[in-house]
């Protein structure tokens, strides 16, 4: 579409949710608004927000009427016309981060104007007016995310492992933004000669003001595209959590909710492993099931709620436990200073010694199987390796829409790593094909895996031209950037409460005259939880539920600290006493 259309983009959610979308607010909530925010003129033509630009600035149309408008590389497509009792806003209104739309006034009249941060506020103290504003705003955002025209721009290559990164980092954090295949469109290869962007360039992200990045990691990309609110890295927060997982999440919905200052930090995008999964069946009050990532979405939309400031693409690289507060070096070079802190790290999957294994990595290896990956191999022939629940899940997701799964073993059998459940659904599939005593041995291709080799213990080496194989081999986990500061187990996860030994508690010098509340580590005031905790049960619902427990014990640390603080002898500086010392 070119111009500015008033036709509204192609997008069945705008018109199948148009009420809730764009909902007119009654004379009564209009007025309790009101008692919070001022009031302005509106002028015809006049431009309130941009796109690509940390306004924050919500507006309540009193008369007249404010044009939501999209750009695109083809021009605007007006999405809707605010009438009066209607409001600007997406959930980046609410995040003080980057938003998508140019608002414009059309008929001009009066509006109420409100900071984002006052918004905030409101929405944490008036339910009413929170139920509808932040479900506008969330259908908002899945109207953005699902129509064409974007402020931003990925031109890459579906064959490429970068390309496939930076998608579905995009894709993971709700990110509306136009996707350009250069091996899907012959167009897409003159747009790359016009701007000058050659193809060993690629990816590369482009927003509406012209600027563009060429091959960037997630990391830069985040920081190109203002999704994070800022950092201040002198402020002292009462709680950081790291880890947007479901461990993660629920600690910062429960802790913001409470009225902690919260910040988190997450060093890919939130959801964590449950973000990977096509289908969690067995998480309490889904009983059809829910995907991670639609489950991860809620959650990170109830801590922003309720004031948490997640960033993303923000990796923890050190803690720093010798001193209070305690601080965390971020890779990017900056700092957080906290009182307490969290431990949400989570875990990984074990890689298989297969030499050019992350040749292929997004090109053919997988790591997950959601709707993303199993569009990639739709009608083909595909691999999935490991005997576990995630292995299962992926197998039986990926037989509805492949030719022939070929589930990879190294056990005599399924029965004794996977619930029974989905054991039987395996075996009652004839798309599945079980592989036991089976390895996978070699991988072959140019750009895109092409063909592979696995060798069973009866049948022997066998290749075949298979470029798709999912990696559910089990985790490890991600406890490095702890550097020692708190008492690991032989495996590595973090041991908490009665997990720890009296030996642990002896090295780590443990200065309090009380046991480690329960998940707390070997240091006061740094607690972990979800599957990076030794002894936890690697499950969404244990990491959900940990995270919540654990905040009944950050509030306590506080306590004790500011009552430590008001003692005269500690002078008021027991926050800044080395960590060894407080009692
Ligand atoms: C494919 C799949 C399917 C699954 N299906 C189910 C299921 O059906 N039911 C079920 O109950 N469980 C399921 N699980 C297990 C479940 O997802 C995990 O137990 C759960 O996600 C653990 O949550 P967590 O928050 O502790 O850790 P994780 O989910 O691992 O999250 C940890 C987060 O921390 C981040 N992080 C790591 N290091 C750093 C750092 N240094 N700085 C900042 N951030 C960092 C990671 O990027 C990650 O986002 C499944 C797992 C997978 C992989």
């Not at 919070?36 to 149309?61: C, M, N, Q, W």
């Not at 920081?223 to 959590?241: R, Y």
């Not at 990532?293 to 939309?301: C, I, K």
């Not at 996977?418 to 140019?446: C, D, F, K, N």
Request: proline share 4%; glycine share 10%.
């Amino acid at each position: 579409m070119s111009g500015n259309s008033a036709a509204p983009p192609v997008n069945n959610l705008y018109s199948r949710r148009r009420e809730q979308m764009f909902p007119t607010l009654s004379q009564a909530q209009i007025e309790r608004l009101a008692a919070h925010a001022g009031s302005i003129e509106t002028r015809a033509g006049e431009v309130l927000v941009d796109p690509g630009h940390r306004h924050g600035k919500f507006y309540v149309v009193l008369s007249g009427t404010l044009e939501i408008v999209l750009p695109g590389t083809e021009g605007e497509v007006r999405v809707h016309a605010l009438q009066p009792g209607e409001f600007t806003g997406e959930l980046s209104t609410v995040t003080g981060t980057s938003g998508f739309v140019r608002i414009r006034v059309g008929e001009p009249g009066r509006a109420l104007v409100m900071e984002g941060s006052q918004l905030a506020a409101l929405i944490q103290t008036d339910a009413e007016l929170s139920e509808i504003l932040m479900r506008a705003f969330i259908l908002r955002r899945m109207g953005l995310v699902e129509s064409e025209p974007s402020e931003v721009t990925l031109i890459g290559s579906g064959h490429s492992a970068g390309t496939l990164h930076l998608r579905e980092f995009l894709a993971r954090n709700a990110f509306p933004y136009l996707n350009l295949d250069i091996d899907a469109d012959p167009q897409v290869k003159t747009l790359l000669e016009r701007l000058r962007i050659g193809v060993n360039e690629i990816p590369v992200v482009i927003r509406g003001d012209g600027r563009m990045l060429k091959n960037p990691g997630i990391n830069e990309m985040a920081a190109f595209l203002e999704m994070n609110p800022d950092i201040d890295s002198s402020t002292l927060h009462d709680l950081v959590i790291v880890g947007a997982g479901p461990a993660g999440l629920s600690a910062a919905v429960y802790a913001a909710s409470e009225g902690l200052d919260v910040l988190v930090l997450e060093a890919g995008a939130f959801g964590g492993q449950a973000g990977s999964s096509s289908k969690i069946e067995n998480y309490l009050g889904f009983p059809t099931g829910i995907s991670g990532q639609a489950l991860a979405g809620r959650a990170f939309v109830q801590a922003e709620k309720f004031g948490a400031r997640i960033n993303v693409a923000c990796q923890a690289e050190r803690l720093n436990c010798e001193r209070r507060p305690y601080s965390i070096a971020l890779s990017d070079g900056r700092t957080v200073l906290s009182r307490t802190v969290i431990i949400a790290t989570g875990a990984q999957y074990r890689e298989l010694r297969i030499e050019n294994l992350s040749r292929f990595v997004g090109a053919g290896i997988y790591y997950a199987a959601t709707h993303l990956e199993a569009k990639l191999c739709d009608g083909e022939e595909v691999v999935v390796v490991g005997g576990g629940n995630s292995a299962g899940q992926a197998a039986v997701f990926l037989a509805n829409r492949c030719r022939k799964v070929h589930m990879l073993v190294r056990s005599d059998g399924l029965a004794e790593s996977m619930s029974s459940y989905l054991v039987r659904r395996i075996e009652e599939s004839p798309v599945i094909a079980l592989h036991s005593q089976t390895q996978l041995t070699a991988l072959e291709g140019g750009d895109h895996l092409e063909s592979i080799e696995w060798r069973s213990a009866q049948t022997g080496a066998e290749k075949r031209g298979i470029g798709h194989v999912f990696l559910m081999t089990g985790a490890t986990p991600n406890t490095g950037w702890l550097h020692g500061c708190v008492a690991l187990d032989e495996k590595n996860f973090v041991r908490t409460g009665p997990e720890l030994k009296l030996r642990d508690l002896a090295d780590a010098h443990w200065p309090l005259e009380r046991a480690p509340y329960l998940l707390e580590t070997s240091v006061p005031g740094i607690f972990a939880v979800g599957d990076a905790r030794a002894g936890n049960v690697k499950r969404v619902a244990s990491a959900v539920g940990e995270g919540s427990i654990c905040i009944q014990f950050v509030h306590r640390i506080l306590a004790e600290l500011d009552a430590t603080a008001r003692l005269p002898s500690q002078g008021g500086t027991a926050a800044f006493q080395p960590a060894r010392m407080t009692s």
